[in-house]
């Protein structure tokens, strides 16, 4: 006869070790492995849509709110800004000086925000003091004239509070010297570049290239699944879909399904599809296919695969 109480026990046990389980899942969720342009949907605020076999990675995104947008008004965190409105202060990064929802270019309402220059120099012997929440106009630190200067000894160096400094273990990272840091480069003191502390804004400066539905792009060296791009790929009269041709069951489950193309200007792209290349300045030497849709992975050749300086006279 078997044991109640052992049934029971039994129970607990198994419902521990799913929670345990999901725990571990989700703390060995590495993005930097997953394909697309992962951080621009986030900052947009697409919805991820992922597989039964994966709840890490996303396959594609929603992103139909962006659809139908006023192009007479700034979009910001789900929000719509008129004309002549001010960002308001509390979604604002330290950085984001006067940002007004202006006219824009090509009569596409966007933001136009203070130029910043953040260029300026200490005395010898000392330092800018520098703070995660401030921009700029940091106060200059001379460690000979202080006592009782907190300090920070990492990788054999040490680092007086405010200095910032990026672990030779954790290149990601952007850390600053503080009172209490002990040598763990956790928050207050280390902020994670790719993490939701240094979002990619893309409708705060991406105005145009939204509507537009151009794609972001990428430097060889940058990882588009937890990076922002610092550089766009927009249709021009010479773009053209280099069309696949689907070769496995998904690829030919997807075709006809809109849920699964990528749209880049107003051309449509399948799962696998590229774009020709070299076709202006922002596409020579630079990759896109859709991967994960609705918009194209753009990224830039290496050297020794591509010359960049090689390329047709354009308009």
Same mark, same amino acid.
């Given at each position: 006869? $078997?044991?109640?109480? /052992?049934?029971?026990?039994?129970?607990? &046990?198994?419902?521990?070790?799913?929670?345990?389980?999901?725990?571990?899942?989700?703390?060995?969720?590495?993005?930097?492995?997953?394909?697309?342009?992962?951080?621009?949907?986030?900052?947009?605020?697409?919805?991820?849509? /992922?597989?039964?076999?994966?709840?890490?990675?996303?396959?594609?995104?929603?992103?139909?709110? *962006?659809?139908?947008?006023?192009?007479?008004?700034?979009?910001?965190? #789900?929000?719509? /800004?008129?004309?002549?409105?001010?960002?308001?202060?509390?979604?604002?990064?330290?950085?984001?000086?006067? &940002?007004?929802?202006?006219? #824009? +270019?090509?009569?596409?309402?966007?933001?136009?925000?203070?130029?910043?220059?953040?260029?300026?120099?200490?005395?010898?012997?000392? %330092?800018?003091?520098?703070?995660?929440?401030?921009?700029?106009? +940091?106060?200059?630190?001379?460690?000979?004239? !202080?006592?009782?200067?907190?300090?920070?000894? *990492?990788?054999?160096?040490?680092?007086?509070?405010?200095?910032?400094?990026?672990?030779?273990? !954790?290149?990601?990272? %952007?850390? $600053?010297?503080?009172? #209490?840091?002990?040598? =763990?480069?956790?928050?207050?003191? &280390?902020?994670?570049?790719?993490?939701?502390?240094?979002?990619?804004?893309?409708?705060?400066?991406?105005? %145009?290239?939204?509507?537009?539905?151009?794609?972001?792009?990428?430097?060889?060296? =940058?990882?588009?699944?937890?990076?922002?791009?610092?550089?766009?790929?927009?249709?021009?009269?010479?773009? !053209?879909?280099?069309?696949?041709?689907?070769?496995?069951?998904?690829?030919?489950?997807?075709?006809?399904?809109?849920? +699964?193309?990528? $749209?880049?200007?107003?051309?449509?792209?399948? *799962?696998?599809?590229?774009?020709? =290349?070299?076709?202006? %300045?922002?596409?020579?030497? $630079?990759?896109?296919? &859709?991967?994960?849709?609705?918009?194209?992975?753009?990224?830039?050749?290496?050297?020794?695969?591509?010359?960049?300086?090689?390329?047709?006279?354009?308009?």
């Amino acid at each position: 006869m $078997i044991n109640k109480k /052992y049934i029971y026990t039994l129970q607990v &046990c198994v419902f521990l070790f799913s929670i345990i389980s999901a725990d571990e899942q989700s703390s060995i969720c590495d993005k930097s492995r997953c394909k697309g342009p992962v951080k621009y949907y986030e900052s947009l605020g697409c919805t991820p849509i /992922y597989s039964d076999a994966d709840n890490c990675c996303p396959i594609r995104f929603n992103c139909d709110h *962006l659809k139908g947008r006023a192009r007479n008004k700034c979009y910001y965190r #789900g929000r719509a /800004y008129e004309i002549g409105e001010a960002l308001e202060a509390e979604n604002t990064l330290p950085c984001d000086i006067n &940002c007004v929802c202006s006219e #824009g +270019w090509k009569d596409i309402a966007s933001f136009s925000c203070a130029e910043v220059d953040c260029f300026g120099l200490a005395d010898p012997g000392c %330092y800018l003091k520098s703070a995660h929440n401030q921009c700029c106009d +940091w106060p200059q630190i001379c460690p000979a004239n !202080e006592t009782n200067l907190a300090t920070c000894e *990492l990788d054999g160096k040490t680092y007086y509070d405010g200095q910032p400094f990026t672990p030779t273990s !954790e290149p990601d990272l %952007y850390c $600053i010297c503080g009172p #209490g840091y002990t040598g =763990q480069n956790v928050e207050p003191f &280390c902020k994670n570049r790719n993490s939701e502390s240094y979002p990619c804004d893309a409708d705060l400066r991406g105005a %145009y290239d939204i509507h537009n539905n151009c794609t972001p792009a990428f430097y060889i060296n =940058q990882n588009p699944a937890t990076e922002c791009n610092l550089m766009s790929r927009c249709q021009n009269k010479n773009d !053209e879909v280099l069309k696949r041709t689907a070769t496995t069951k998904t690829e030919l489950e997807t075709i006809d399904n809109p849920d +699964w193309t990528c $749209i880049f200007g107003n051309l449509t792209m399948n *799962l696998g599809d590229e774009l020709n =290349q070299g076709t202006h %300045y922002d596409s020579v030497c $630079i990759r896109c296919v &859709c991967e994960v849709p609705p918009y194209p992975t753009c990224q830039r050749l290496p050297d020794n695969e591509c010359d960049v300086t090689v390329h047709a006279k354009f308009d």
